[in-house]
């Protein structure tokens, strides 16, 4: 499949406008390859890097993914796409289910990191972790904290807002658009 490189300063308009609606994570470890949503994230500048920084709670399974293989692609999606994509990744753990096999999704061999892109999501960056830190939620304001890390678990789901999230800083190795055509 084909892959026309892009700027992705740019592109940076559009993919923080995908952000705020929601995006995907792709992860890759010991035989498994997971997708997740995201809608925290940054993008800039950093040790004369250029870098994607998403929020990762510790809870979930992507964080062990990350723990195992510090590379990742974030997945943007370009106009209308399948919906359940977003049901599924954001709603369902990698731990329980393969969502990339459950939603049928064709994947895209990376060219600097051993993680694939999505061709159904196809602005793709792919990205190495530089750096991690888990936050401390002592120093998060108090409005933010109480809508955010309640202490108390989401009943009858997988989910948990309970943890905090890990900062995951990733260099930008390579950015494309996988063309399906
Ligand atoms: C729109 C949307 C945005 C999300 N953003 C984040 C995020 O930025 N960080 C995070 O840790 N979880 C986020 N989530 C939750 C994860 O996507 C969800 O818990 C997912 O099932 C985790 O998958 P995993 O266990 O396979 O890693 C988001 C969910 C949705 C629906």
Redesign the pocket.
């Known amino acids: 499949m084909k892959k026309e490189p892009i700027d992705f300063i740019g592109c940076a308009g559009t993919i923080l406008e995908a952000l705020n609606?929601?995006i995907f994570m792709t992860?890759r470890a010991n035989g498994k390859t997971?997708?997740?949503?995201?809608?925290?994230?940054t993008m800039g500048f950093l040790w004369g890097k250029s870098v994607f920084v998403?929020?990762?709670?510790e809870?979930?399974?992507?964080?062990?993914?990350l723990d195992a293989n510090p590379e990742f692609t974030v997945n943007i999606p370009m106009g209308d796409y399948d919906r359940k994509i977003?049901?599924v990744?954001?709603?369902?753990?990698?731990?329980d289910v393969d969502?990339i096999a459950e939603l049928g999704l064709t994947l895209v061999e990376g060219d600097k990191v051993s993680v694939p892109g999505i061709s159904e999501l196809p602005l793709t960056l792919e990205c190495k972790v530089l750096y991690r830190q888990k936050q401390d939620v002592n120093l998060i304001p108090e409005d933010c904290r109480k809508m955010f890390y309640p202490r108390k678990s989401v009943p009858g789901t997988?989910?948990?807002e309970d943890d905090e999230?890990i900062t995951f800083i990733g260099e930008i190795l390579a950015a494309y658009r996988i063309c399906n055509s």
Do not use: L, N, P
């Not at 998403?54 to 709670?57: K, P």
């Open positions: 609606r929601g992860t997971d997708c997740m949503a995201i809608q925290w994230g998403c929020y990762v709670r809870s979930r399974f992507t964080r062990e993914m977003m049901a990744c954001g709603g369902k753990s990698g731990r969502k997988h989910d948990s999230h």
